[in-house]
């Protein structure tokens, strides 16, 4: 059964640092063409994807938040890690975590499992 | 704002049938990218519905149905049932902006 989880702080003052994190089971991260990658949803707005990482240490990050963004992973441990500086109320957001798979045909990735979400609100 | 561009809402009866577009571009869509829809239940996440343009994973009942053609992409959900009621987004990827992952715009499906 794959599983993942997301984990971290509920609230975050302005300008502060948030660190998710996603546990997840169920499959070896080592397998080719697998990734784990992230995508928040504001209140009642629509998805947008984060930043991913693959299987093999690449990483793909969303232009617009590109500086402010790290995302790493620790095989060992089933865990990957968001970073995003430099925090503001419009980033207040649902965060999910979500397994990515290319099955044959690598060009093309769709996000199969996903964690419940976790919920940051950004405000003073 | 995003490159995929989905109506904002579509409803129907139950039993009707239903159709949701996602209208891309040259550089997404048009360019061979695949199309993958999602469900969001209320208060839910997002659950995969169709990949790879027409591809149902398991469990998901063979109402839904994926097409692509040109630089568009339709979601088509036959006998439409009280529990279809949900949010459904579309999923490319877009090669002028380097973003491997771009959502639609989203679509509310409400059952009369």
């Known amino acids: 059964q794959i599983t993942l989880k997301e984990s971290g702080p509920t609230l975050v003052t302005p300008t502060q640092t948030l660190t998710l994190t996603c546990t997840f089971s169920g499959f070896p991260f080592s397998v080719s063409g697998l990734g784990v990658g992230w995508i928040r949803q504001p209140p009642g707005k629509a998805l947008e994807w984060l930043a991913l990482i693959y299987w093999d240490g690449d990483k793909r990050y969303s232009p617009s938040l590109n500086s402010r963004l790290t995302i790493t992973k620790d095989a060992s441990e089933n865990r990957v890690v968001l970073t995003m500086t430099n925090m503001e109320p419009l980033d207040t957001a649902t965060y999910y975590c979500a397994r990515a798979w290319c099955g044959g045909d690598c060009n093309n990735y769709y996000f199969d499992y996903w964690g419940q979400g976790t919920l940051v609100t950004a405000s003073s | 704002q995003s490159v995929l561009t989905q109506p904002p809402s579509v409803s129907g009866a139950p039993g009707q049938r239903v159709t949701i577009s996602c209208t891309g571009s040259?550089?997404?869509?048009?360019?061979?990218?695949?199309v993958h829809w999602y469900q969001q239940l209320p208060g839910t996440a997002p659950k995969l519905l169709i990949y790879s343009n027409l591809f149902r994973p398991s469990g998901v009942p063979d109402r839904f149905s994926g097409s692509k053609s040109g630089t568009s992409a339709t979601l088509a959900i036959t006998g439409l049932q009280a529990e279809d009621e949900a949010d459904y987004y579309c999923?490319?990827?877009?090669?002028?902006?380097?973003?491997?992952?771009?959502f639609g715009t989203g679509t509310k499906v409400t059952v009369l």
């Open positions: 040259s550089s997404n869509i048009g360019a061979g990218r695949d």
């Open positions: 999923q490319s990827y877009d090669n002028s902006l380097s973003v491997p992952y771009v």
